[in-house]
């Protein structure tokens, strides 16, 4: 039995379903809402490499080492985006979130906020995890600013960590939330759901 089973999370219209080769076409269209693979910092798929991004997520599942989400819009079904628990650490209750990635619309919408809410909920009430984690490219200053805003704190820079699509070397920013730290999160980012939308 895996430390993540399967489980399907939703709220506010917005649904994370396990990812599975169904999505193929879906997650497709999702990328080219923007063009999202032409961005240096993500690890967004390329239209012809989408079919292998899912066979590498199903086998990373297989092995216990992530479980990757479908972000699907509930009303319509229509593929949002991809979300992920990986570099799971049963041993200490510790999992990261990443491989997250939405079509363009959906950027600057509720829908990321709100599959942090899912996610984090589940991961701290389901899993009882002491430690949320989160990495980023120390380039992509975008998602560094909506991990931060999620309450999260930075716990430091691996320098010389991983290689870019494009070959060059980025060094990687580490954030984490732990347990205690959770209740202040969850309102927070219930706040930010609840407010107003001008």
């Known amino acids: ?3 993540v089973e399967p489980v399907t999370l939703a709220a506010r219209g917005v649904e994370l379903v396990p990812l599975t080769l169904a999505h193929e076409a879906g997650l497709r269209a999702a990328a080219a809402d923007g063009a999202l693979w032409q961005l240096r910092v993500t690890s967004v798929p390329e239209p012809v490499q989408t079919r292998a991004y899912i066979e590498t997520a199903l086998a990373a599942r297989q092995a216990g080492e992530r479980f990757a989400f479908a972000v699907v819009d509930q009303a319509s079904g229509t593929v949002l985006g991809s979300s992920s628990y990986h570099d799971i650490l049963p041993a200490v209750r510790r999992v990261e979130i990443g491989y997250t990635w939405y ?3 959906c950027q600057r919408t509720h829908v990321n906020t709100t599959c942090k809410l899912l996610m984090l909920t589940h ?8 430690v949320v984690g989160w990495r980023t490219d120390n380039f992509n200053f975008a998602s560094q600013a909506a991990i931060e805003r999620l309450g999260a704190k930075k716990d430091g820079v691996i320098r010389g960590h991983a290689l870019r699509r494009d070959g060059t070397i980025r060094d990687t920013v580490m954030y984490s939330l732990r347990a205690g730290e959770w209740p202040e999160a969850k309102a927070q980012l219930r706040y930010l759901l609840d407010k107003p939308r001008h």
């Open 1 to 3: 039995m895996n430390f």
């Open 103 to 105: 079509a363009a619309r």
């Open 123 to 130: 991961a701290f009430e389901a899993l009882d995890c002491h």
